[in-house]
């Protein structure tokens, strides 16, 4: 076998299994990572995911209001650390009663500690959590069919955010926060 042929023979495979690991790799770091501190309800379809390190995170621990002429948290703590942020569809179509009930279970079986917690109107307008806090338009919903619970257990500490559309679309919004020591 003449080099030419046999560089040729041997390298094109390594390339072709290269080209595959990339792929997955890629697809792999493309694709949203699952819940790490509650579980994820069944049907729950992921959207989008991202992680960074943070330092003095927003955790909101009140509903926005309007304070000396701007929209703000009344309450709120600062915390830092490894946070990751997760975005769901559910389906099939479930009541949003039905997914706020079984992530109340999880938090009070699992011994997690209520910072803040809001249902329907109570929680204010869901466009304020859609663009201000989550800064995602997908998140607009209707007033009456919105749910958020922050809960700590640890050093982990859960934003969980549960809107229903006018399309009848149900969404789950969740932020994941790992404090550093």
Known sequence: MSKIMSRTFFTLPLALFIQGLLISVSLFAMSPSSLQLIPLIQGAQPIESEKQIVTDWELPLSKYQKIDGQW?????????????????????????????????????????????????????????????????????????RQSLTVASKGKGTVVLYIVERPTGQLYLAVYELMERS
């Open 72 to 144: 703000r948290l009344s309450e709120s703590a600062f915390i830092s650390g490894q946070l990751s942020y997760h975005l769901y569809l559910i389906k099939p179509v479930s009541r949003l009663a039905e997914v706020m009930a079984f992530y109340e279970s999880v938090f009070n079986q699992k011994g997690w500690q209520m910072r803040f917690h809001c249902e329907r109107r109570a929680c204010g307008d869901s466009n304020d959590w859609a663009n201000r806090f989550f800064n995602n338009k997908r998140l607009n919903g209707l007033k009456g």
